[in-house]
């Protein structure tokens, strides 16, 4: 069958790629061969515009045992363990079907990790919505969140931490981001790389349905929305959980040489990425292929997305002993090929040859696209308002909504700092017995590694208001928050992962979003020393033209030799109270313009990476030596905030003695509400801080005394003098308990 | 010591490891995991089901695992006196097996709920709980999204009288209120008993409560009591 003109534009191929197609092919493809093209070539799996710009990433470090590139990153966090993680968007269809989307986000990244022969031990996820008050948008809040608990939580992996923002760029294009850290020895790590020829292609799990065709390529164009609900992806966690236990029981053996889950692009894309990977081609018949539908067609069953599937290259020998393993777990392996030494990637249906192109055309010849960037002008001129034209705050401390106080209560209840209870008590987080510090309790997640001292701290982060303002030292600001979470319960950051959510990149202003935050990001990277080990790019996140605030997400992970030794957000009666880090705060960018004054405007807070890995360090150090138990990162909403929601986690006061202003801007919403990185604030017995603060002298770090933890009240003289009972019930009020 | 502790793994269980743990490592008794297709339970001196979705939770919470090979043998073991533990997902299969009267019904807020809770303990004369006292207050995590405890007037009356009820959601201070029901139980009962004394099932998760790093300890002295069952195989 020939292929007509502009057929390639139906899966979403540009007529000059198209002829690059034909040109590599040497031929016109088989109307298969151009769909399977257009899955590959997709930006979704062929990375088009960002693998230029990813180059610049830092991906080494002594220990780093898999950088990108493989199904997940690998780290080593000492006594012979490898963590395993990753991040994955599902932004696409979760803005068409949010419970679904969602799931298979979580169930797709779980592949991810037990692929690599890791056990899943933690998920966690970063968030982007529309504001509230549309009821879109707590509908799109309700079911991702339900969604993610539905899938995590069957499958028994706690999901212990996250993040979530919202803004008006995000109506109608949620940002829904799932990672997933597992946990194995150094010896059991698992690559995807096909070898052996002759070796046998066995498909297991689910059967293969029409659901999720052409995913990859629906997620790599403008409005989602406009494409039909069918390719939606349905998940069935109870069968992953079946596979999850069948895989790692498989892996114990020496059977199964390569293991490639079926994200994207379905059979296609794992087909030919476990060839490619291994350079060894690889023949397979879709008439082998189980169904769970009539009359597929071999395109059908090519591309089809459908969830929980596996595909694994086992040793002849071993197939009976793998389907006997398989079958134990009440699923079946279906034998549908071998791996071939030619390196071409060979489709039959039924012995009829149906697609035959060597595995190399659909991965090393897409097109990859360097553009001009141009920053928009609305972005230029948002940056450079004048921000001393804003009123500052009156000077007095009656208790209404023009003082400091009145302010302090009206951000805790912002959606983007309020409690996130009513989302994180939906997710199973104490599964496994291994949560140390869980979500609400510090700034990362802490879980105790089994059969060892230490323990792993994971964090994801990213403030997307900052990368709108200037994508360059937002995305710098992502990697020093993320890694600042994990200092502050103890960790040592390791590496990264991250997921960059950004708009079409066919347009200058998009193009500049992307290479601005892949430099600014490589730039912090290099100076905290946390490479990146994994990834994900979801770009043509846009409605209408409009497109998302750029977000590259960081999910960090870090190391605690002793987690005996972690740090939470509560401190002690009596506790003296110090602010680490002497970074001036700043209203560019702040929650407080945004929640006060409605402006998305000014530049985000100047970031010295330098100082940065000096706080980090220190307060670090610290907490590992058992010196610190409570810190806490002054994030959105600055120094008022971060102190009202340690008096929260505490149910404890706080006096402040010293006049917070004059020691940090001649404004007093900036000296409050005003954001910077770098500062941490750290409290404890007087005798520890006492040392701390001997430790701290002559480290070029600035450390002061606030003030002492006790009563009930946050009370700083002449500014604030609220209950906590009343901040409580602010931080409580800014996310709704049911959003049904 | 002889005898060894039974935990039961049905397609779909997911905190079969954590009560394999907690048995093995924090309480320190041999402990095997069960296949749901075994018929035999030679030699357990007790039995638990542990949590999670078995078979998915299709059709409704633990209905598909009542009918899987290995509960026949968990029934004449109940039968016979031995000590038999269902925790969340396990105590809503005993509830549909019928060796736990009542039902869990879907959380009054139809969510998802995973918090710590506070249980006071009121009859006590089941074989697991030899080490709490009645009017103690534990507190252990739950995890659930059909955890709300019901059964009929009458039979809510019976367990009552026959103290049958062992513990119900409370606060700190061991006190009931609205808020201290997470779920909607009726009379915010969390754990009952079975006539004998030897079946338990509760909904909160004790095998998640074993280490002050955790969370808290307090799952450790309801799993305990098996050291006093342990050498008494069934």
Not at chain 1, 150 to 179: H, K, Q, R, W
Not at chain 1, 243 to 266: F, R, S, W
Not at chain 2, 35 to 57: M, N
Request: some cysteine.
């Amino acid at each position: 069958m020939a292929i007509a003109p502009g057929q390639w534009r139906e899966v979403a191929l540009s007529d000059d790629e198209y002829r690059l197609l034909v040109d590599v092919l040497g031929r016109e493809p088989t109307p298969l061969e151009l769909g399977m093209f257009g899955a590959m070539w997709s930006e979704h799996c062929g990375y088009k515009h960002s693998r230029p710009l990813l180059s610049q990433l830092p991906t080494e470090a002594q220990w780093v045992l898999e950088g990108p590139g493989e199904n997940a990153g690998a780290i080593d966090v000492g006594d012979g363990l490898a963590v395993v993680f990753k991040v994955e968007s599902h932004n696409h269809p979760s803005a068409v079907e949010p419970y679904e989307g969602a799931a298979t986000g979580v169930g797709g990244i779980v592949r991810d990790i037990f692929t690599m022969g890791a056990r899943p031990i933690a998920l966690l996820n970063s968030l982007r919505f529309g504001p509230l008050d549309l009821p879109r948008n707590r509908y799109l809040l309700d079911n991702v969140v339900g969604g993610i608990g539905g899938y995590g939580n069957c499958l028994g992996i706690p999901t212990v931490g996250g993040e979530v923002f919202f803004d008006p760029s995000f109506n109608g294009n949620p940002l829904v981001n799932a990672m997933c850290i597992g946990v194995t020895e150094h010896g059991a790590l698992m690559r995807a790389r096909a070898s052996g020829p002759g070796n046998v292609i066995m498909l297991v799990g689910a059967d293969t349905g029409r659901d999720g065709l052409h995913g990859a390529t629906f997620a790599s164009v403008d409005d989602p929305t406009a494409s039909h609900r069918g390719v939606i992806q349905v998940g069935n966690p109870f069968l992953e959980k079946l596979l999850l236990e069948a895989c790692l029981e498989l892996l114990q053996g020496d059977d199964v040489v390569a293991m490639q889950d079926l994200g994207a692009a379905g059979l296609t894309s794992s087909v030919v990425e476990c060839a490619s990977r291994g350079g060894v081609g690889a023949e397979i018949d879709v008439a082998l292929v189980p169904r769970r539908e009539t009359g597929m067609s071999a395109y059908e069953v090519m591309l089809s997305e459908s969830q929980e599937r596996m595909l694994l290259v086992v040793r002849p020998e071993g197939a009976a002993r793998v389907r006997s393993v398989v079958e134990r777990w009440s699923l079946h392996a279906s034998q549908i090929g071998q791996v071939t030494d030619d390196g071409v990637v060979r489709v039959l249906d039924g012995g009829t040859i149906v697609a035959e192109v060597p595995a190399g055309l659909f991965t090393d010849c897409c097109p990859t696209y360097v553009r001009e960037g141009a920053e928009a002008l609305e972005a230029t001129a948002r940056r450079s308002l004048d921000l001393t034209t804003i009123p500052d705050l009156p000077g007095d401390a009656e208790a209404d909504s023009q003082s400091v106080a009145g302010c302090l209560l009206h951000l805790l209840a912002s959606p983007n700092i309020a409690s996130r209870r009513s989302i994180y008590e939906r997710y199973d987080h104490t599964i496994l017995a291994n949560t140390v510090v869980a979500p609400g309790v510090g700034d990362a997640a802490v879980l105790r590694l089994r059969g060892t001292g230490r323990g792993i701290a994971a964090a994801i982060d990213c403030n997307s208001r900052y990368c709108a303002l200037d994508p360059y030292l937002g995305a710098m600001h992502a990697v020093a928050e993320a890694s600042r979470n994990l200092v502050c319960v103890g960790a040592k950051p390791l590496a990264i992962t991250n997921c960059l959510n950004f708009g079409n990149p066919e347009r200058p202003s998009g193009y500049f979003q992307l290479s601005q935050a892949v430099a600014g990001m490589a730039a912090a990277c290099r100076a905290l020393d946390v490479p990146v080990v994994s990834g994900n790019v979801s770009l043509y996140n846009e409605t209408g033209e409009i497109p998302v605030m750029p977000t590259p997400a960081v999910g960090a992970v870090g190391v605690l030799e002793d987690v005996r030794n972690h740090a939470s957000l509560r401190w002690h009666d009596g506790d003296v109270v110090v602010l680490v880090g002497g970074a001036a705060p700043s209203l560019g960018g702040s929650e407080y313009l945004s929640r006060r004054h409605g402006l998305t405007a000014g530049s985000p807070p100047p970031l010295d990476l330098e100082q940065e890995l000096l706080v980090q360090r220190t307060v670090q150090g610290a907490v590992e030596a058992g010196l610190i138990r409570t810190a806490h990162d002054c994030g959105l909403g600055g120094l008022a905030v971060a102190l009202a929601e340690m008096a929260i986690a505490s149910g404890i006061g706080v006096s402040i003695d010293i006049d917070v202003p004059a020691g940090q801007s001649n404004r007093r919403d900036e000296a409050w509400f005003g954001e910077a990185p770098g500062r941490i604030l750290v409290a404890g017995a007087e005798k520890d801080i006492q040392t701390f603060l001997a430790l701290v002298e002559g480290k070029r770090v600035t450390a002061t005394r606030l003030g002492t933890a006790g009563g009930s009240r946050l009370a700083a003289p002449g500014w604030i003098d609220v209950e906590v009972a009343e901040l409580a019930a602010a931080h409580t009020s800014g996310l709704p308990g049911s959003t049904q | 010591m002889s005898g060894w502790v039974a935990v039961l793994s049905f397609p779909g269980s997911n905190g079969d490891r954590d009560a394999l743990s907690a048995f093995r490592d924090d309480v320190g008794v041999e402990a095997r995991l069960v296949d749901h297709r075994e018929t035999a339970l030679e030699g357990a001196s007790a039995v638990v089901l542990p949590g999670g979705f078995s078979y998915g939770d299709h059709l409704r919470c633990g209905a598909i695992a009542r009918f899987a090979p290995v509960m026949a043998s968990v029934r004449s073991f109940a039968n016979r006196g031995g000590p038999v533990l269902g925790i969340c997902n396990g105590f809503q299969i005993l509830t549909e097996a019928h060796l736990l009267p009542g039902a869990l019904l879907r959380n009054r807020t139809l969510q998802f709920h995973c918090h710590w809770t506070h249980l006071r303990f009121e009859g006590c004369d089941n074989a697991w709980l030899s080490n709490i006292q009645p009017g103690e207050v534990l507190r252990l995590p739950v995890a659930h999204g059909d955890g709300a405890f019901f059964a009929d007037l009458e039979t809510l009356d019976r367990l009552e009288a026959n103290g049958q009820v062992i513990a119900r959601y409370c606060d700190v201070d061991g006190r009931l209120s609205p808020t201290s029901n997470p779920n909607g139980s009726s009379r915010a009962i969390a754990a009952i008993s079975n006539e004998d004394g030897n079946v338990l099932g509760l909904m909160p998760h004790p095998e998640r409560a074993t280490s002050p790093l955790i969370g808290g300890d307090d799952g450790l002295r309801l799993l305990r009591s098996v050291l006093d069952v342990l050498a008494v195989p069934v």
